[in-house]
């Protein structure tokens, strides 16, 4: 089956700091790519949909310049949380798309 | 936007017992899904429906789709402590490439 991974799996960064989170498809190419982000205890939220070669979709909300996607290439899909926050703080979900959804295991963040 | 509300929004049982989920969801679709969580952990795919589907089983697991009344509901039988989790559906908006979740069921099955 389709395998997604991301990286890291947790990060704990500072407040200001800026943080990278990869999204890989690791035995398909994906030309689209959604990044979720996750509360405690609460449901997926989209926050964009990230298209190989050209820019992002944000959902009506999301920060385009808060959250920066790029997908450069079939297979990699990267988000870029800049100048984090506390509230940034959240476990962040990938998935790339071919045919159906396949979802990465998350990346936990945590800003101090 | 989320698509999708569930309830209930937790559910507590004793094993052995039935869980039944509720799902509603706002707009046409192509397909239905369900997935479990486990706590601070990623999605674990545990079902498709599509929308000329009615029922489908796998299992213990059964789900049904009403189109008319934009509704699935899971029915997990003989439950398991294993199985306490978060359960979400998630629909394809209008058909779309999008995946939007539900708000989720908290279940939680007690030994």
């Known amino acids: 089956g389709a395998v997604v991974s991301q990286h890291p799996s947790r990060v704990i960064c500072k407040s200001g700091t800026s943080v990278k989170i990869e999204c890989r498809s690791l035995?398909?190419?994906?030309?689209?790519m959604f990044w979720y982000r996750q509360f405690p205890k609460k449901s997926l939220m989209l926050m964009a949909t990230?298209?190989?070669?050209?820019?992002?979709?944000?959902e009506q909300g999301v920060e385009k310049d808060k959250f920066l996607i790029n997908h450069a290439s079939l297979t990699l899909s990267t988000l870029t949380v800049t100048s984090a926050h506390p509230e940034d703080s959240s476990f962040y979900i990938c998935s790339a798309f071919q045919e159906t959804q396949y979802f990465g295991p998350g990346t936990r963040l945590l800003v101090l | 936007s989320q698509q999708g509300e569930e309830d209930p929004q937790a559910l507590s049982i004793q094993e052995g017992e039935n869980a039944t989920m509720n799902c509603s969801y706002k707009t046409s679709i192509n397909n239905l899904q369900w997935y479990r969580q486990n706590s601070g952990r990623g999605l674990v795919h545990l079902i498709l429906?599509?929308?000329?589907?009615r029922e489908k089983h796998s299992g213990r697991l059964r789900v049904t789709l009403d189109t008319s009344k934009k509704s699935s509901s899971l029915l997990i039988t003989a439950s398991r402590a294993a199985d306490t989790a978060s359960y979400f559906c998630a629909t394809d908006p209008n058909g779309g490439f999008k995946t939007i979740f539900g708000a989720g069921t908290r279940l939680f099955v007690k030994a």
């Open positions: 990230s298209n190989e070669g050209s820019k992002a979709t944000y």
């Open positions: 429906i599509r929308s000329n589907e």
């Open positions: 035995d398909f190419q994906a030309t689209t």
